[in-house]
């Protein structure tokens, strides 16, 4: 299994009316890699992560995962998605989100109460599961996002800007939940805008204006460019101004 | 200035929202026009049969506003049951009997007016003999139009209350969630019909109960058809919700969906006097599902019919609600790739 694909675009293409958001990508990423996407909002990002999950429907081009045709029922099983938004009930408790969204996705009894308790112990709201999520502070309301994207044990989890409006302490325990995830063989995509999150990723996409423009890990993408930093790699590539 | 600035602002945000703006201008002109037409049609003419009424009276109802026609008792009651006759009249050892179709007060009260002044000779005193066919003698506008309320109301709660909450799932990202699971549209939009069919049978069964029981309302059919009728209503109104809500940013713009969808089923189903309503527009009437439940609720508790009369009306309504949730299963389309 170690060195199958995970996910594999060719020539991937999305337009909506006559803008074309995505022009023709091509990207592979690597079992039990955190992979980032790396780039200014409205860069595509979204649109091409949303695709992945299955949400979105490419225009052309070819899009596969686990060497398996994408869209398909079986393979959405194996993917945990975390939107920018929290896509949770306000009106229900954290444990009460977390039955209804396994029971998405078939799991029942023991094996389901357990894996409830697994996912709040990983992001440490445990002590807040009886709580209305409306109560939540939006630290707590992203991991609690998180907690559902992990529910049903996805191989690949896709995770759109899961740091985004949070502060450093929290910031930094969500990387450290990723890091365990990734040491549990799980092979995860994230996207940021924010540089220095780069720099944690194993390997790195950049994207811009619908198309990639480098890949690779991020000491080896300052090399080629004899960069200092991540962000005089982008500047390197895109040529433009970064706004994050 | 800064007052200058909110004016500003305010007249900018309205012209970016093109609907808000349409709405505001738009809306109540067409719902004047909808009054104007069901009010202002021509005079519902009553329709009358006889049977033996001599030549002098039959001249004298012949002068009336009404239309008149020969037949037998038999002939009348299965008009009656057709709803295209309002009263039928004969004459039996010289007393006049008048049977009433009797369902709605305001035309029962104008058939007595006419038949009165027609029968009545200078001198002598007649009192006719009147039957109801349908109701009762002591029967209020309340009992008429009562029906059609209750439908209305479960409709019109459920419609609302659906679309926010299915607007909700759409923008708090809960869609999205779903639609990145395994979890197939038809069963999003079932478990939506159940979830909140749950408290719709509460509601309808609360609705129908203080009716009859506090309220006073005719009752005379079957309590199981009433609420077999307010539920199917409120189906049709939970799935055309939920498929509007597609159509709608934010909670504002579903409540701009009411003078659109709510108000002409008001006017077309039966709240008002139908038979007096525009011809051009009166077409308009059995297009809209609160026509069929209204229908179907006077049938039941003013006529006290029972399933076979309105099975129509309940096919009528399922269609319509099946019709919607397909669409809406459909319109799901768009949130996903498979």
């Given at each position: 299994?170690?060195?199958?694909?995970?996910?594999?675009?060719?020539?991937?293409?999305?337009?909506?009316?006559?803008?074309?958001?995505?022009?023709?990508?091509?990207?592979?990423?690597?079992?039990?890699?955190?992979?980032?996407?790396?780039?200014?909002?409205?860069?595509?990002?979204?649109?091409?992560?949303?695709?992945?999950?299955?949400?979105?429907?490419?225009?052309?081009?070819?899009?596969?995962?686990?060497?398996?045709?994408?869209?398909?029922?079986?393979?959405?099983?194996?993917?945990?998605?975390?939107?920018?938004?929290?896509?949770?009930?306000?009106?229900?408790?954290?444990?009460?989100?977390?039955?209804?969204?396994?029971?998405?996705?078939?799991?029942?009894?023991?094996?389901?109460?357990?894996?409830?308790?697994?996912?709040?112990?990983?992001?440490?709201?445990?002590?807040?599961?009886?709580?209305?999520?409306?109560?939540?502070?939006?630290?707590?309301?992203?991991?609690?996002?998180?907690?559902?994207?992990?529910?049903?044990?996805?191989?690949?989890?896709?995770?759109?800007?899961?740091?985004?409006?949070?502060?450093?302490?929290?910031?930094?325990?969500?990387?450290?939940?990723?890091?365990?995830?990734?040491?549990?063989?799980?092979?995860?995509?994230?996207?940021?805008?924010?540089?220095?999150?780069?720099?944690?990723?194993?390997?790195?996409?950049?994207?811009?204006?619908?198309?990639?423009?480098?890949?690779?890990?991020?000491?080896?993408?300052?090399?080629?460019?004899?960069?200092?930093?991540?962000?005089?790699?982008?500047?390197?590539?895109?040529?433009?101004?970064?706004?994050? | 200035?800064?007052?200058?600035?909110?004016?500003?602002?305010?007249?900018?945000?309205?012209?970016?929202?093109?609907?808000?703006?349409?709405?505001?201008?738009?809306?109540?002109?067409?719902?004047?026009?909808?009054?104007?037409?069901?009010?202002?049609?021509?005079?519902?003419?009553?329709?009358?049969?006889?049977?033996?009424?001599?030549?002098?009276?039959?001249?004298?109802?012949?002068?009336?506003?009404?239309?008149?026609?020969?037949?037998?008792?038999?002939?009348?009651?299965?008009?009656?049951?057709?709803?295209?006759?309002?009263?039928?009249?004969?004459?039996?050892?010289?007393?006049?009997?008048?049977?009433?179709?009797?369902?709605?007060?305001?035309?029962?009260?104008?058939?007595?007016?006419?038949?009165?002044?027609?029968?009545?000779?200078?001198?002598?005193?007649?009192?006719?003999?009147?039957?109801?066919?349908?109701?009762?003698?002591?029967?209020?506008?309340?009992?008429?139009?009562?029906?059609?309320?209750?439908?209305?109301?479960a409709f019109f709660f459920v419609f609302l209350i659906a679309g926010?909450?299915?607007?909700?799932?759409?923008?708090?990202?809960?869609?999205?969630?779903?639609?990145?699971?395994?979890?197939?549209?038809?069963?999003?939009?079932?478990?939506?019909?159940?979830?909140f069919?749950?408290?719709t049978?509460?509601?309808?069964?609360?609705?129908?109960?203080?009716?009859?029981?506090?309220?006073?309302?005719?009752?005379?059919?079957?309590?199981?058809?009433?609420?077999?009728?307010?539920?199917?209503c409120a189906f049709t109104a939970l799935s055309l919700g939920?498929?509007?809500?597609?159509?709608?940013?934010?909670?504002?713009?579903?409540?701009?969906?009411?003078?659109?969808?709510i108000?002409?089923?008001?006017?077309?189903?039966?709240?008002?006097?139908?038979?007096?309503?525009?011809?051009?527009?009166?077409?308009?009437?059995?297009?809209?599902p609160l026509?069929?439940a209204?229908?179907?609720?006077?049938?039941?508790?003013?006529?006290?019919?029972?399933?076979?009369?309105?099975?129509?009306?309940?096919?009528?309504?399922?269609?319509?609600s099946?019709?919607f949730?397909?669409?809406?299963?459909?319109?799901?389309?768009?949130?996903?790739?498979?």
């Amino acid at each position: 299994m170690d060195n199958t694909m995970v996910i594999e675009l060719t020539d991937l293409t999305k337009a909506f009316g006559s803008t074309t958001v995505i022009k023709k990508t091509s990207l592979e990423v690597q079992n039990g890699e955190i992979f980032g996407m790396l780039g200014p909002s409205g860069a595509g990002k979204t649109t091409l992560v949303k695709m992945i999950a299955g949400i979105e429907k490419p225009t052309s081009g070819e899009l596969r995962l686990f060497n398996k045709k994408m869209p398909s029922h079986r393979l959405i099983r194996q993917i945990g998605y975390m939107a920018q938004t929290d896509g949770l009930y306000h009106d229900l408790t954290g444990i009460e989100n977390l039955k209804f969204f396994s029971a998405m996705y078939g799991m029942k009894g023991k094996k389901q109460k357990e894996r409830m308790e697994e996912v709040l112990e990983l992001v440490d709201l445990t002590a807040y599961k009886q709580k209305v999520v409306r109560n939540y502070s939006g630290g707590m309301k992203r991991r609690l996002s998180l907690a559902v994207a992990l529910l049903h044990e996805p191989k690949l989890i896709l995770l759109d800007e899961p740091t985004v409006g949070i502060d450093p302490v929290l910031r930094q325990s969500i990387w450290n939940e990723l890091y365990k995830l990734k040491e549990k063989g799980m092979t995860i995509l994230v996207t940021t805008h924010v540089m220095d999150e780069a720099d944690k990723c194993d390997r790195l996409a950049m994207v811009r204006e619908g198309a990639i423009i480098a890949v690779g890990s991020p000491d080896s993408l300052k090399e080629e460019t004899k960069s200092e930093t991540i962000e005089e790699v982008f500047l390197y590539h895109g040529g433009g101004k970064y706004e994050g | 200035m800064r007052v200058k600035a909110i004016t500003v602002r305010i007249i900018k945000q309205f012209f970016h929202d093109k609907r808000t703006l349409a709405m505001m201008l738009v809306a109540p002109l067409l719902i004047l026009t909808i009054i104007s037409l069901v009010f202002n049609g021509e005079d519902s003419v009553p329709s009358i049969g006889i049977e033996q009424v001599p030549e002098p009276v039959k001249e004298l109802l012949k002068e009336q506003k009404i239309t008149v026609s020969e037949m037998d008792q038999g002939d009348a009651e299965q008009k009656f049951r057709e709803g295209s006759l309002d009263a039928w009249i004969t004459l039996e050892d010289n007393q006049p009997r008048i049977v009433l179709e009797g369902s709605d007060p305001g035309t029962n009260q104008m058939v007595l007016n006419i038949v009165q002044q027609a029968i009545q000779s200078p001198g002598q005193k007649i009192k006719p003999d009147v039957e109801y066919f349908y109701g009762t003698e002591g029967m209020t506008s309340f009992d008429n139009f009562g029906p059609v309320l209750i439908g209305f109301f479960a409709f019109f709660f459920v419609f609302l209350i659906a679309g926010v909450s299915f607007l909700r799932e759409r923008t708090g990202g809960t869609l999205e969630r779903l639609m990145g699971s395994p979890v197939k549209k038809s069963e999003i939009v079932i478990g939506y019909l159940l979830g909140f069919g749950f408290f719709t049978l509460i509601q309808s069964t609360l609705i129908v109960i203080y009716s009859i029981y506090v309220l006073d309302l005719l009752m005379i059919g079957d309590f199981i058809w009433v609420l077999a009728v307010t539920l199917l209503c409120a189906f049709t109104a939970l799935s055309l919700g939920t498929l509007l809500s597609t159509y709608a940013h934010n909670e504002l713009q579903i409540i701009q969906f009411i003078p659109i969808v709510i108000v002409p089923q008001v006017f077309f189903s039966g709240l008002f006097d139908l038979e007096a309503i525009s011809d051009w527009v009166s077409w308009i009437g059995p297009i809209t599902p609160l026509y069929y439940a209204a229908d179907a609720l006077r049938d039941v508790m003013i006529r006290g019919l029972g399933f076979e009369e309105i099975a129509i009306n309940l096919a009528v309504l399922f269609g319509f609600s099946l019709l919607f949730s397909a669409a809406n299963i459909l319109a799901l389309r768009k949130y996903r790739s498979f």
